[in-house]
């Protein structure tokens, strides 16, 4: 599984799942891309979010206040564990397997008898006379469709 951001995270929240939202801003340095996933997951309903407390600055005379430049809260959700399940690689059971082998042998069998019926091994006499065989069958049944070609051509010249 490739390490993204994404599932950093959602496997993060499902290891220190306590049932309460947790601060995650030390997964990723760059806080404007763990603001954009977290917002991505969000909107997807993998995750749910809160956003941390204004911060309170005193300097001086003066008392500020303002947004937390932290990423929010987070908590993961049902369909966060499930999607987050689904991104771990999933090993093939015995049984599995040999039936995927017998699919492979059966099919190698197969295709070498659609490849006999293809390309049969012919002789070249039983060649030439598959080839005459073919011809006449194929005279036969022409000959009627030139007789009347022929009939409706010279009647239609004689008009």
Same mark, same amino acid.
């Given at each position: 599984m490739? !390490?993204? /951001?994404?599932y950093k995270i959602l496997k993060h929240l499902s290891e220190n799942n306590n049932g309460k939202l947790i601060d995650i801003s030390g997964i990723e340095e760059k806080k !404007?891309? /763990?603001k954009s996933v977290i917002k991505d997951l969000k909107e997807r309903?993998?995750?749910e979010t809160?956003?941390?407390p204004p911060t309170v600055k005193i300097s001086g005379n003066w008392v500020s206040s303002g947004n937390s430049d932290k990423?929010?809260?987070c908590k993961?959700?049902?369909l966060g564990t499930e999607y987050l399940e689904s991104l771990k690689p999933k090993t093939i059971p015995n049984d599995r397997k040999l039936y995927l082998i017998l699919f492979m042998v059966f099919s190698c069998i197969g295709s070498y008898g659609t490849y006999k019926t293809i390309f049969p091994n012919v002789s070249e006499s039983e060649f030439e006379n598959l080839n005459r065989k073919y011809?006449?069958?194929v005279k036969l049944n022409l000959l009627p469709i030139e007789k009347k070609l022929d009939s409706t051509l010279t009647s239609k010249s004689r008009e």
């Open positions: 490739k !390490e993204t /951001l994404e !404007e891309k /763990l309903e993998f995750i809160e956003r941390h990423p929010d809260k993961i959700k049902f011809d006449s069958i």
